[in-house]
């Protein structure tokens, strides 16, 4: 039964019909199917159950309703004399055709191989039927012994054995005992009887039970038994602590033409596959549904594809469907005075998608919901789960709570709640022109507009006359030269190298801030900007106004249970008239600050108001429409295959154009906020800019320090006079203990000078260096 679970699951269907004999061994293996089903989230719809030995005309009866229901698989669990017999009559009932599925326990493989050769009559009836027989490993040791079978059996005559798996077990079982019985006398066990108390003769009977003597060893012999492990026809004979074999397997036999295919294997061990069990058994135990696999199997009516397993009853009911009765956005669905008594998108969308099914569906709508008001959409789910309904259509949310009673169909529209409110006109202010940047990028372009004016001054003051004078008149060059570079009308000159990089990257930045700011302002100006006190559903819960819901919407538990918004808060509004009044008169007038509801309502009352109010915020749930059906049901799963088809071929933006396509507005307000101009856009412009000034200072100080090296350093008076021309006044010092004042005065000092300062010191190094050599050449001849 566990390997027919696995075969159900494998080829996808979820419901069948369990055929078997009223008797202990037929209750006991549906029973058992049952909860084998249960564990792969099957079934058993229907248990056809016929007592032993009925007639043809039973028999006939019972197919015939079995006929009029939903599911197409048939599990059929009999005893071999009548086993036969039911396929006759389904196919008299035209049961063993296309669309059909048979699947046999195994008295149907032992069977057809105990009465071997089988009439082309028998299989004719069991064409395409998948069954299971015991799996025995053709070894070396079952050819023998079927060799001798055969020679012994049918030394005068010809043909095959005629032996089936239960012949294998027998023989085996004989062995086992044997072999038990053996270890047994070899443990020191003894043979010997006793009375049993309990079993005496009552009221004269002529069983004569007091003369039945009970096996004194049966315990020790039973212990025996369980501990064998020997290799048999059968296999490997083994069993594990509920003293079943430890490897239990099937073939999976399709039966067609005159004989059986085998399409595969199953074990406890691996599950289905196309590899003999014992092969499997040296692999890690895997039976994950990835790995199931069998050979393509032919069924009823030489249909090589996989049936369905399941169609509509024939039994006259079509198909229940509850379709909301609104009385607000009936664009999405309504109540029609014209067959089929609804329209709407909703209605539109389900009927395109039963049309792409490869079968009828027929169905038949009602209207859930008085007219009056909108219906509340959980009971209409709770329909559905507790059978008044097959499913529900209309626009219904996809939420976690109903997804754990109904199944759902792939989303049909996305959908998610948003936040809609007044909304005003920004009035001009006369600081819009400080608007296009944060002030984080104000404080930083103004440092740098003072950096970069700073260094050009640094690079320029010694050979540059435009850049020199008093303390005040340099403080101000500085000033106007940094920020006339914004409007690129700086009237001095760069004479430096390094000061013309830091110029030229400079002004490419100041180019790229004015361009963006000119953008942005103007953005600001022109656009119109809209504001609200509402700035999203984080600051509607921290305030304490009411709130509008959408009568019948599950926004109205999800803001009491989710978000712990106060029911006293929230007012519940039935259409757009209402929506917009509400909102117009303001919660000091008895309306609402904001209405909470799902985005394609949100969408048709916008549109519908002229778009005079705006949502504000983020969409802050997702979720779609899609439509229900009760647990397990087949046709959501075809029925979302369906709609992934419509969009991917476009019929879906089709019916959406023909019933949604209304004036679009900006949906969400305008944040000015949103679009100033932050420091997280230019920051590698400024970075650029900082490591040219910083690459620019270093190389000018130390060219500043090669320079006053060479005036500091010397040896004597060279060095002592050297300093001296720079300070005058100052007591003569070295080298070392020149001051940081010194430094200063010297960098403050033109270019020019420096140069002329340093010809001068060659020229007297000379005129020193020459009259010491005539003194020395003088002396020589002494």
Same mark, same amino acid.
């Given at each position: 039964?566990?390997?027919? !679970?696995?075969?159900?699951?494998?080829?996808?269907?979820?419901?069948?019909?369990?055929?078997?004999?009223?008797?202990?061994?037929?209750?006991?293996?549906?029973?058992?199917?049952?909860?084998?089903?249960?564990?792969?989230?099957?079934?058993?719809?229907?248990?056809?159950?016929?007592?032993?030995?009925?007639?043809?005309?039973?028999?006939?009866?019972?197919?015939? #309703?079995?006929?009029?229901?939903?599911?197409?698989?048939?599990?059929?669990?009999?005893?071999?004399?009548?086993?036969?017999?039911?396929? /006759?009559?389904?196919?008299?009932?035209?049961?063993?055709?296309?669309?059909?599925?048979?699947?046999?326990?195994?008295?149907?493989?032992?069977?057809?191989?105990?009465?071997?050769?089988?009439?082309?009559?028998?299989?004719?009836?069991?064409?395409?039927?998948?069954?299971?027989?015991?799996?025995?490993?053709?070894?070396?040791?079952?050819?023998?012994?079927?060799?001798?079978?055969?020679?012994?059996?049918?030394?005068?005559?010809?043909?095959?054995?005629?032996?089936?798996?239960?012949?294998?077990?027998?023989?085996?079982?004989?062995?086992?005992?044997?072999?038990?019985?053996?270890?047994?006398?070899?443990?020191?066990?003894?043979?010997?009887? /006793?009375?049993?108390?309990?079993?005496?003769?009552?009221?004269?009977?002529?069983?004569?039970?007091?003369?039945?003597?009970?096996?004194?060893?049966?315990?020790?012999?039973?212990?025996?038994?369980?501990?064998?492990?020997?290799?048999?026809? /059968?296999?490997?004979?083994?069993?594990?602590?509920?003293?079943?074999?430890?490897?239990?397997?099937?073939?999976?036999?399709?039966?067609?033409?005159?004989?059986?295919?085998?399409?595969?294997?199953?074990?406890?061990?691996?599950? @289905?596959?196309?590899?003999?069990?014992?092969?499997?058994?040296?692999?890690?135990?895997?039976?994950?549904?990835?790995?199931?696999?069998?050979?393509?199997?032919?069924?009823?009516?030489?249909?090589?594809?996989?049936?369905?397993?399941?169609?509509?009853?024939?039994?006259?009911?079509? @198909?229940?469907?509850?379709?909301?009765?609104?009385?607000?956005?009936?664009?999405?669905?309504?109540?029609?005075?014209?067959?089929?008594?609804?329209?709407?998108?909703?209605?539109?969308?389900?009927?395109?998608?039963?049309?792409?099914?490869?079968?009828?569906?027929?169905?038949?709508?009602? $209207?859930?919901?008085?007219?009056?008001?909108?219906?509340?959409?959980?009971?209409?789910?709770?329909?559905?789960?507790?059978?008044?309904?097959? !499913?529900?259509?209309?626009?219904?949310?996809?939420?976690?709570?109903?997804?754990?009673?109904?199944?759902?169909?792939?989303?049909?529209?996305?959908?998610?709640?948003?936040?809609? =409110?007044?909304?005003?006109?920004?009035?001009?202010?006369?600081?819009?022109?400080?608007?296009?940047?944060?002030?984080?990028?104000?404080?930083?372009? #103004?440092?740098?507009?003072?950096?970069?004016?700073?260094?050009?001054?640094?690079?320029?003051?010694?050979?540059?006359?435009?850049?020199?004078?008093?303390?005040?008149?340099?403080?101000?060059?500085?000033?106007?030269?940094?920020?006339?570079?914004?409007?690129?009308?700086?009237?001095?000159?760069?004479?430096?190298?390094? #000061?013309?990089?830091?110029?030229?990257?400079?002004?490419?930045?100041? @180019?790229?801030?004015?361009?963006?700011?000119? !953008?942005?302002?103007?953005?600001?100006?022109?656009?119109?900007?809209?504001?609200?006190?509402?700035?999203?559903?984080?600051? $509607?819960?921290?305030?304490?106004?009411?709130?509008?819901?959408?009568?019948?919407?599950?926004?109205?538990?999800? @803001?009491?249970?989710?978000?712990?918004?106060?029911?006293?808060?929230?007012?519940?509004?039935?259409?757009?008239?209402?929506?917009?009044?509400?909102?117009?008169?303001?919660?000091? =007038?008895?309306?609402?600050?904001?209405?909470?509801?799902?985005?394609?309502?949100?969408?048709?009352?916008?549109?519908?108001?002229?778009?005079?109010?705006?949502?504000?915020?983020?969409?802050?749930?997702?979720?779609?429409?899609?439509?229900?059906?009760?647990?397990?049901?087949?046709?959501?799963?075809? $029925?979302?295959?369906?709609?992934?088809?419509?969009?991917?071929?476009?019929?879906?933006?089709?019916?959406?154009?023909?019933?949604?396509?209304?004036?679009?507005? /900006?949906?969400?307000?305008?944040?000015?906020?949103?679009?100033?101009?932050?420091?997280?856009?230019?920051?590698?412009?400024?970075?650029?800019?900082?490591?040219?000034?910083?690459?620019?200072?270093?190389?000018?100080?130390?060219?500043?320090?090669?320079?006053?090296?060479?005036?500091?350093? #010397?040896?004597?008076?060279?060095?002592?006079?050297?300093?001296?021309?720079?300070?005058?006044?100052?007591?003569?010092?070295?080298?070392?203990?020149?001051?940081?004042?010194?430094?200063?005065?010297?960098?403050?000092?033109?270019?020019?000078?420096?140069?002329?300062?340093?010809?001068?010191?060659?020229?007297?190094?000379?005129?020193?260096?020459?009259?010491?050599?005539?003194?020395?050449?003088?002396?020589?001849?002494?």
């Amino acid at each position: 039964m566990f390997a027919i !679970a696995d075969l159900v699951t494998y080829y996808g269907w979820r419901e069948v019909i369990a055929i078997f004999v009223d008797d202990d061994y037929g209750r006991n293996g549906i029973s058992v199917l049952g909860d084998a089903l249960a564990k792969k989230r099957c079934k058993i719809s229907y248990k056809a159950a016929f007592t032993p030995g009925a007639s043809n005309s039973a028999i006939n009866d019972l197919l015939v #309703g079995v006929n009029l229901m939903e599911s197409r698989v048939y599990v059929v669990h009999v005893n071999p004399d009548s086993g036969l017999k039911i396929f /006759s009559v389904a196919q008299n009932l035209g049961m063993v055709t296309k669309g059909y599925v048979w699947i046999a326990t195994d008295w149907l493989p032992s069977l057809l191989d105990s009465i071997q050769p089988v009439d082309v009559n028998t299989m004719n009836l069991l064409q395409g039927v998948v069954a299971l027989r015991h799996y025995t490993p053709d070894t070396d040791l079952k050819k023998r012994f079927m060799s001798r079978w055969n020679s012994l059996k049918y030394k005068n005559t010809t043909g095959p054995a005629g032996f089936n798996s239960y012949a294998l077990f027998a023989y085996d079982s004989v062995w086992l005992a044997a072999r038990a019985l053996d270890a047994f006398f070899n443990d020191g066990g003894r043979v010997s009887f /006793s009375d049993d108390p309990k079993l005496h003769d009552r009221n004269r009977s002529s069983l004569h039970l007091s003369s039945l003597r009970v096996f004194n060893g049966g315990q020790q012999y039973l212990q025996t038994i369980l501990r064998m492990n020997f290799t048999g026809l /059968s296999g490997q004979i083994q069993f594990d602590l509920d003293k079943n074999l430890v490897h239990p397997a099937y073939e999976v036999l399709n039966i067609g033409g005159t004989g059986m295919r085998r399409i595969g294997y199953w074990s406890n061990y691996s599950g @289905l596959s196309v590899v003999a069990p014992e092969t499997l058994y040296r692999k890690p135990y895997n039976t994950s549904t990835s790995n199931q696999q069998l050979y393509p199997a032919i069924w009823p009516g030489e249909n090589s594809e996989t049936p369905r397993g399941w169609v509509f009853p024939n039994n006259g009911k079509p @198909l229940r469907i509850a379709v909301p009765n609104r009385v607000s956005y009936k664009d999405f669905v309504a109540e029609d005075k014209n067959p089929p008594g609804v329209r709407g998108y909703c209605i539109d969308v389900f009927e395109a998608a039963i049309n792409l099914l490869p079968y009828p569906v027929p169905h038949t709508y009602m $209207l859930y919901g008085d007219g009056k008001r909108n219906p509340v959409y959980n009971e209409l789910v709770n329909g559905v789960a507790q059978n008044k309904y097959d !499913a529900a259509v209309g626009d219904v949310t996809i939420i976690t709570n109903r997804t754990k009673i109904v199944d759902f169909t792939q989303p049909y529209m996305e959908s998610g709640l948003v936040v809609v =409110a007044p909304v005003k006109e920004v009035k001009s202010s006369p600081w819009a022109f400080l608007k296009p940047f944060t002030v984080q990028m104000w404080c930083v372009t #103004g440092a740098f507009f003072l950096f970069v004016g700073a260094v050009v001054w640094i690079l320029e003051h010694r050979i540059n006359h435009e850049f020199r004078g008093t303390p005040r008149q340099q403080l101000i060059t500085i000033c106007w030269f940094s920020f006339s570079t914004m409007f690129f009308s700086h009237r001095e000159n760069t004479a430096s190298t390094l #000061g013309r990089m830091v110029l030229i990257i400079w002004l490419f930045v100041v @180019l790229i801030i004015n361009s963006s700011y000119t !953008a942005s302002l103007t953005s600001i100006l022109t656009v119109q900007q809209l504001t609200s006190r509402i700035e999203g559903i984080d600051s $509607l819960i921290s305030s304490t106004e009411p709130i509008g819901v959408q009568e019948g919407s599950f926004a109205w538990n999800y @803001l009491i249970d989710e978000l712990n918004i106060a029911e006293s808060r929230l007012v519940k509004l039935q259409n757009q008239d209402e929506y917009f009044s509400a909102l117009k008169r303001g919660p000091k =007038a008895g309306g609402v600050a904001a209405i909470v509801d799902e985005l394609p309502y949100i969408e048709l009352f916008l549109s519908s108001t002229n778009c005079k109010f705006r949502t504000v915020g983020q969409e802050f749930t997702k979720s779609g429409w899609g439509f229900a059906f009760q647990r397990d049901s087949p046709l959501a799963v075809d $029925l979302s295959t369906a709609i992934l088809q419509l969009s991917e071929n476009g019929d879906l933006q089709k019916i959406h154009n023909k019933w949604l396509t209304r004036t679009e507005c /900006s949906m969400q307000i305008n944040e000015v906020d949103d679009n100033r101009l932050s420091l997280s856009s230019f920051w590698g412009l400024f970075l650029i800019c900082g490591l040219a000034c910083f690459i620019a200072l270093t190389t000018f100080f130390c060219r500043v320090l090669c320079q006053y090296r060479k005036f500091a350093m #010397g040896h004597g008076e060279e060095g002592e006079v050297g300093v001296e021309e720079i300070q005058p006044a100052r007591p003569r010092r070295s080298l070392r203990s020149a001051s940081f004042k010194d430094l200063i005065g010297f960098v403050d000092r033109k270019e020019t000078e420096i140069k002329e300062m340093l010809k001068r010191k060659a020229s007297d190094s000379k005129r020193q260096a020459s009259p010491s050599k005539d003194g020395q050449a003088s002396s020589s001849p002494a």
